[in-house]
């Protein structure tokens, strides 16, 4: 199957600063719109605005965490389809697990390499579609 | 003209230090709301443990992403620590000792950091 271009992306964490390296990270090969979320309810609405070809959840965030935003996604017929991957600072391989049993099409470690990160997102992103 | 991607990459790095200096700036305040939150354990607050892993726990995945490994491994050993404890008590004597040790470790590691600039 031919990988289809990844040109729209919602990041989604409580953190400014890694909020705006990932933009910049995602940014660098000029192929992909990187659109922002804090988090929360907002990040559910901006995915119905943006309708991004993939969504990337911290996993750890006040309020409303990653995987709880995940199934708010798969129970809405609007969100199912659209790939997840999560971002944590705990991606030991039961955790890993836990969330491609969610499924999410993959994990990335934090803390991140913000010059790799975007290889890292696009090889996740071909073997999904694979 | 668009950017090229090395031209680009130069000015995340420029970014990234600029954003890196003011980690070092909130962290200094992050580190005061942690004695602060400390205090407030000391007095019996059992919410304050709440407020110092969210502040140990966005050390821990920034200050590590923008090149403060050793501050981000003590910032994480500071929520593991949190994590480790039982839930819904208030942690006993040796517990606080124990966090008022690791945040002594993450006061002492940021003075380096700032230092180094």
Same mark, same amino acid.
């Given at each position: 199957m031919k990988t289809p271009a990844l040109k729209n992306v919602l990041y989604v964490d409580d953190d400014a600063d890694i909020r705006e390296i990932v933009q910049m990270s995602l940014s660098l090969d000029g192929e992909m719109a990187v659109h922002l979320s804090d988090g929360g309810?907002?990040?559910?609405?901006?995915?119905?605005?943006?309708?991004?070809?993939?969504?990337?959840?911290?996993?750890?965030?006040?309020?409303?965490?990653?995987?709880?935003?995940?199934?708010?996604?798969?129970?809405?017929?609007?969100?199912?389809?659209?790939?997840?991957i999560f971002m944590t600072a705990k991606a030991n391989s039961?955790?890993?697990?836990?969330?491609?049993?969610?499924?999410?099409?993959?994990?990335?470690?934090?803390?991140?390499?913000?010059m790799a990160l975007g290889g890292q997102v696009k090889a996740l992103w071909k073997s999904h579609h694979e | 003209m668009n950017d090229t991607r090395e031209q680009k990459? /130069?000015? +995340?790095? $420029?970014?990234?230090?600029? #954003? !890196?200096? @003011?980690?070092?700036?909130?962290?200094?305040?992050?580190?005061r709301k942690m004695r602060d939150d400390l205090a407030?354990?000391?007095?019996?607050? /059992?919410? +304050?443990? $709440?407020?110092?892993?969210? #502040? !140990?726990? @966005?050390?821990?995945?920034?200050?590590?992403?923008?090149?403060?490994?050793?501050?981000?491994?003590?910032?994480?050993?500071?929520?593991?620590l949190i994590d480790a404890l039982p839930g819904g008590v208030a942690p006993d004597a040796q517990a606080r000792e124990r966090l008022a040790a690791n945040i002594g470790a993450l006061e002492s590691q940021l003075a380096n950091d700032a230092r180094r600039g």
């Open positions: 309810e907002r990040a559910l609405v901006k995915m119905r605005d943006e309708r991004p070809d993939l969504v990337m959840l911290d996993v750890m965030m006040p309020g409303m965490d990653g995987p709880s935003i995940l199934a708010r996604m798969r129970a809405d017929a609007e969100l199912k389809h659209i790939p997840v039961s955790e890993v697990a836990r969330f491609r049993g969610m499924s999410a099409i993959g994990v990335i470690a934090k803390p991140f390499d913000p | 990459m /130069a000015a +995340a790095k $420029a970014r990234m230090a600029e #954003l !890196a200096a @003011r980690f070092i700036e909130r962290s200094i305040g992050d580190l407030k354990l000391d007095a019996g607050d /059992a919410s +304050a443990l $709440a407020e110092i892993r969210h #502040l !140990a726990h @966005r050390m821990a995945g920034t200050g590590a992403t923008l090149g403060f490994q050793a501050l981000g491994e003590h910032a994480a050993g500071t929520e593991a």
